[in-house]
């Protein structure tokens, strides 16, 4: 059991619960299981005073687009993208939408949609910018309400729940990542997410049932 102290200190935190992440939409990014984080999710957050949430919000033709001669994961040039995607989380679309079974966005108490520009394509949801310099707001918002413990879940482990974890971390906050709200895109670079996340003094548990709150 870990215990997180009083329910006051402590947010949740929906990182990019979105259906383009799921298998309800084949032709985006599909997470094996991703489905199955709803619940936990919301358990998570029983044990929160606040709880955030965040979306991709991406443009169509970003620069960063996976296609037939550039797939997915080749690299691609400029400041704040890294490598190629397919086309996800466009606004209007269904994937653009959170996993039935959340909150509407604007129940959260804090919300960031991130990656709108065509040339920025960040993972963290605390910066827009790959060198963690142009903030969301994220990191102000929680210093206000006087939060020390953030509980993290949503899609994927790998990328941009690790990336947000991380960003928490070098923050200040303690910050505890939910294994039963989140899944991986990919077995192995889950297995190097979580050695990152643990180097960098994250907690990881099984699911919310070991967090202990006053």
Same mark, same amino acid.
Request: glycine residues 8%; charged residues 25%; hydrophobic residues 45%.
């Given at each position: 059991?870990?215990?997180?102290?009083?329910?006051?200190?402590?947010?949740?935190?929906d990182?990019?619960?979105?259906?383009?992440?799921? !298998?309800l939409? *084949?032709? !985006?990014?599909p997470? *094996?299981? =991703?489905?199955?984080?709803?619940?936990?999710?919301?358990?998570?957050?029983?044990? =929160?005073?606040?709880r955030?949430?965040?979306?991709? @919000?991406?443009?169509? %033709?970003?620069? #960063? !687009?996976?296609? &037939?001669h550039?797939?997915?994961?080749?690299?691609?040039?400029?400041?704040?993208?890294d490598?190629? #995607?397919?086309?996800h989380?466009?606004?209007? +679309?269904?994937?653009?939408?959170?996993?039935d079974?959340? *909150?509407?966005?604007?129940? /959260?108490?804090?919300?960031?949609?991130?990656?709108? &520009?065509? %040339?920025?394509? *960040? /993972?963290? =949801?605390?910066?827009?910018?790959?060198?963690?310099?142009? @903030? +969301?707001?994220?990191?102000?918002?929680?210093? %206000?309400? &006087?939060?020390?413990?953030?509980?993290?879940?949503?899609?994927?482990?790998?990328?941009?729940?690790?990336? +947000?974890?991380?960003?928490?971390?070098?923050?200040?906050?303690?910050?505890?990542?939910?294994?039963?709200?989140?899944?991986?895109?990919? @077995? &192995?670079?889950?297995?190097?997410?979580?050695?990152?996340? !643990? =180097?960098?003094?994250?907690?990881?548990?099984?699911?919310?049932?070991?967090?202990?709150?006053?």
């Amino acid at each position: 059991m870990l215990n997180l102290g009083p329910r006051t200190k402590i947010a949740a935190f929906d990182v990019d619960a979105q259906k383009c992440f799921t !298998e309800l939409c *084949p032709n !985006e990014l599909p997470v *094996p299981g =991703a489905l199955d984080i709803v619940d936990e999710l919301n358990v998570q957050a029983e044990k =929160a005073s606040v709880r955030l949430g965040s979306k991709d @919000s991406h443009p169509v %033709d970003a620069v #960063w !687009e996976a296609t &037939e001669h550039a797939p997915m994961l080749t690299p691609v040039e400029g400041d704040n993208v890294d490598v190629r #995607w397919p086309r996800h989380g466009v606004p209007g +679309t269904l994937g653009f939408e959170l996993i039935d079974g959340l *909150p509407a966005v604007k129940d /959260y108490d804090y919300f960031v949609w991130k990656g709108v &520009e065509p %040339d920025m394509h *960040p /993972y963290g =949801a605390c910066f827009h910018d790959l060198s963690d310099q142009l @903030s +969301t707001g994220v990191i102000e918002y929680l210093r %206000d309400r &006087e939060i020390d413990t953030v509980i993290v879940g949503g899609l994927a482990l790998d990328y941009c729940v690790k990336v +947000t974890a991380l960003q928490l971390v070098k923050a200040g906050f303690r910050v505890v990542v939910n294994m039963a709200a989140t899944r991986g895109l990919a @077995s &192995e670079s889950s297995k190097a997410a979580l050695q990152e996340l !643990e =180097a960098a003094g994250v907690d990881v548990v099984e699911n919310a049932s070991m967090l202990l709150v006053n």
